[in-house]
């Protein structure tokens, strides 16, 4: 077994919690600090995708949060300074429903993510209010059940943002 670069393992960490916070914003500056410009977003068949490059990716999310609300948490993390997962729900207020999930992070030299691939905890199913694991007691686990308030400096940001990409 191999040691871990700490500094790395901060690095790649910091990245992928800065993309949830730029997805929860809805912001192209905070896109543009953690994800390279060529950037791959690979979803299950059927979903969408694969977005290429860093504005398809800003372009996606921001849609969302406008349509739907959304909002995302990082439930587990997992980085072993070389690679690194999360499993996380994207809630959407607007339309009552959430989906679980995982996604695998790819780097580059300078710790910007180069790649994302997720993977749905179950096949998206329009007639389910929660696209979830069955059987899995997301609440004894401590899992958010619904979105959690966002936090007010976040929330402020994501309406000025907002604000700014409907009138670009």
Request: proline letters at 6%; charged letters at 25%; glycine letters at 6%.
């Amino acid at each position: 077994m191999s040691t871990i670069d700490e500094a790395r393992r901060s690095t790649l960490i910091r990245a992928v919690q800065g993309y949830f916070e730029a997805c929860n914003a809805a912001s192209r500056e905070r896109f543009a600090q953690v994800l390279a410009p060529a950037c791959v977003h690979y979803f299950p068949p059927g979903v969408g995708g694969p977005y290429l490059g860093r504005d398809a990716i800003a372009d996606l999310w921001i849609g969302f949060v406008r349509a739907a609300g959304s909002q995302w948490t990082i439930d587990r993390l997992v980085c072993d300074g070389r690679e690194l997962v999360v499993e996380w729900t994207h809630f959407k207020p607007r339309l009552d429903e959430y989906i679980r999930g995982s996604e695998w992070y790819e780097f580059d030299a300078d710790g910007m993510i180069t790649a994302i691939w997720a993977h749905y905890a179950s096949p998206r199913d329009p007639e389910r209010a929660a696209n979830e694991l069955e059987g899995f007691d997301y609440a004894e686990r401590a899992y958010a059940l619904e979105a959690p308030a966002l936090d007010p400096a976040i929330r402020a940001e994501r309406e000025r943002n907002l604000a700014r990409e409907a009138h670009p």
